[in-house]
């Protein structure tokens, strides 16, 4: 199992009793780790483990009961594996970034697509806890349908999310915005594909106050950052209007 050498070792013993359930429940072709865990960046207090498993079939009914089983049993744990978001895609069809997929997020069964972003980062920076590597079939992504990728996503997804002033009352939201808007422009700009922390650093770009970097980084460390009533509403104000100048600078529009 190729875990980065530098996780944390609960966070190993986690992983392998995943795999280990995985095995003895699916017809398991592989099982692959990409995010902060790859890439050095993970934090135990906020970062989420994000894995892909792919299947000889689609799980039917008796097997998800079965795998519930185990990620309930493994969330039990709290913290990070309380965050641990699995994607099971059937082998043949890792191709295809619009097909939903059996996901498990967090705390429960939904769907989601395998996008062209997480593509691109298992590509870049993955790794195999079981399974041959590179996964079988995963396409390369070309960089300019990557680019094109992230700008639709701010043309459609964050536009809407700005016209939304009650989610930025929020602190993850705060934060999940303006590391996005970061992260895209490093990718749309340079063709880079760059960690939370290094996206934080960057903040000043988009003419992100200090005081208010300095928060993002602090909440991802695992500290609480308090803030009054009125210290949210000027907050979420100005995250707004940082979102909305940032999407017009790197769509042109």
């Known amino acids: 199992m190729d875990v980065p050498a530098d996780a944390p070792a609960d966070v190993s013993a986690h992983l392998s009793r995943l795999r280990d359930g995985l095995v003895a429940a699916t017809d398991l072709r592989g099982l692959y780790l990409y995010g ?3 890439t050095g960046d993970f934090s135990p207090s ?4 994000d894995v892909i498993a792919v299947t000889g079939r689609q799980p039917g009914p008796g097997t998800l009961r079965v795998i519930e089983g185990l990620h309930q049993e493994l ?6 594996f309380a965050r641990l978001n699995c994607l099971y895609v059937p082998a043949g069809e890792l191709a295809d970034p619009e097909r939903l997929h059996t996901y498990w997020y967090g705390d429960r069964f939904t769907e989601w697509e395998l996008k062209l972003m997480t593509m691109a980062e298992l590509a870049h920076a993955g790794r195999a806890l079981h399974g041959p590597w ?3 079939g995963l396409p390369p992504v070309r960089p300019g349908e990557l680019r094109a990728h992230v700008r639709d996503q701010l043309d459609t997804y964050w536009r ?3 016209a939304r002033p009650d989610i930025w009352l929020h602190d993850q939201w705060v934060d999940f915005g303006l590391v996005t808007l970061s992260r895209t422009a490093a990718l749309m700009r340079d063709g880079e594909l760059i960690t939370k922390s290094a996206a934080i650093r960057r903040l000043g770009d988009f003419g992100v106050p200090d005081w208010l970097a ?3 980084r602090r909440r991802r460390a695992g500290e609480e950052v308090p803030a009054s009533e009125a210290e949210r509403l000027t907050r979420a104000d100005l995250a707004r209007r940082l979102m909305t100048d940032g999407i017009r600078q790197l769509t042109g529009e």
């Open 36 to 38: 902060s865990l790859t």
């Open 46 to 49: 906020a970062s989420d483990i």
């Open 75 to 80: 969330a039990s744990s709290g913290g990070a």
């Open 134 to 136: 590179p996964p079988p």
């Open 160 to 162: 809407r999310m700005t």
């Open 214 to 216: 300095d928060q993002i």
